[in-house]
């Protein structure tokens, strides 16, 4: 199970016979995407990795970057890229890890955020510098060139070819922290990208920032930054992963491994990236460079529209002697970005425990794209308590940008659609049980009137207490009885 390259990872599903190796010569526009949008909502025997091993549009001297996409695709699949048999392994790891706290951090007045700091700091598993990498095998710093990729162009909309599975690293202008974000990249030429980093994300923040700084202190406009291609799929999902902006998302990823990861030099920017990595384009990104970015085929199902982005401009691009090109690909769900985000739905449930106890479990449903739907069962103990977890839930970091929230009994299984959908159409009074509220919405959000803030929903879809006003008596679930169940199962097989 214990991966180090994304070669050892494409071994490993190989293994399993989750690996399908295509042949067939096959287009980076729009060709890829087809072949993986019927895979991703086919038969799950069908659903697996796919390595294009002849993709036309990729040119290397010599032969063609093959390209591996849908790698994170199957609950399977995303549980091994994180060094795990299961994705609910995820949360009792996390939990372990964060009960495990030594009682003075426990005891002291750090906020959630540094605790958990603390106590992935104290596994020892900070990232390491080495000073030679494969990913340097190869290093262009002449006239590094975008051309060679095999970016893909994936919907007939799209403004232009786009790089879906990077690592964008930069670093805080003041504090030097290190930021790693999962931001798309638009290709406008041979040395020339797009930064698609949205408001609410690290690498805005550090944007702000430089901005402020320039205006300031007259320093240049400019933020270095390196896009990293492959590495452990542990490093790549962690560039998703909605930290709190303290936390290393290498570190991060360096838990989840088991071991730390490794970190080289750039060749022309000040800044580290993972050595096991297959390919990393060096540059800078130019804030007073803004570029109508878009549209692109977004994971919401529609295309995002044209806003103003920075550009990057490449300064290197270094790679290994036969690199392997990552890519996912995303539209009308259920596709392999549900899968990432089920993982973080996993991983995160205990910190979102930390702040609301009382939470038991929670889910995102595919068909609420992230954002749109989250679904939370509760230990009600008393009057407004579902309430209490709605406004706690918005202003719960990145899930504060919820469209809608319905929280149901800790009886009910969240990840059960129909269960949720059985509760939340019966056991709510549509007049006095929903909250309708305004605030931060996502930035993709092509229903918001206003960019970035529109309406928001909350459900309590619990059962209610006479001190909530209900006057009524509350009915109870029909079940079966426990004796009369034990019998049928000693039947069961007896009666065909």
Known sequence: MKTNTLQDFINLLEE??????????????????????????????????????NVQGSIMPGKAL?????????AERMAWALHTDHLDELTANLT???DLRPPDNAKGALTRGLDLLQA??????????????PVQEIIETGTPSLDTLPILKCWPQDGGPFITLPQVV?????????????YRLQKVDSRT????????????????VAHEQHRDRSVPNTIPAAIVLGGDPACIWSASAPLPPDIDEYLLAGWLRGRAVELVECVTQPLTVPAQAEIVIEGYVDLADQRPEGPFGDHTGYYTPVELFPAFHVTAITQRQSPIYPATVVGIPPMEDYWMGKATERLFLPLVKL?????????????????????????????GHARKVLHGIWGLALLSLTKAIVVVDEWVDVHNPTEVGWQA?????????????????????HAAYNPAFGGKIGIDATAKLPEEGYTRHWPAVTRMTPETKAKIDLLWEKLG
């Open 16 to 53: 399993k016979g989750q690996l399908r190796r295509i042949t067939q010569p096959v287009a980076a526009e729009l060709e890829i995407t087809e072949i993986v949008d019927r895979i991703s909502k086919g038969p799950g025997d069908q659903n697996k990795a796919l390595l294009f091993e």
């Open 66 to 74: 093959p390209v591996l996409v849908n790698m994170f695709g199957s």
């Open 96 to 98: 372990r890890l964060i």
């Open 120 to 133: 992935l700091r104290a596994t020892g598993l900070k990232p390491r510098k080495v000073k030679r990498a």
């Open 170 to 182: 930069t670093r805080h202008p003041e504090t030097g922290i290190r930021n790693v974000g999962m």
């Open 193 to 208: 990208l797009l930064v698609h980093w949205q408001r609410h994300k690290g690498g805005a923040e550090h944007e702000r």
């Open 355 to 383: 702040f609301l106890p009382e939470v038991v479990d929670f889910a995102m449903p595919a068909a609420g794209v992230f954002h749109n739907l989250v679904l939370v069962s509760i230990k009600k103990r008393y009057p």
């Open 425 to 445: 159409l019966g056991n709510v009074d549509w007049e006095r049980d929903v909250i309708i509220t305004k605030g931060m919405v996502d930035q993709l959000d």
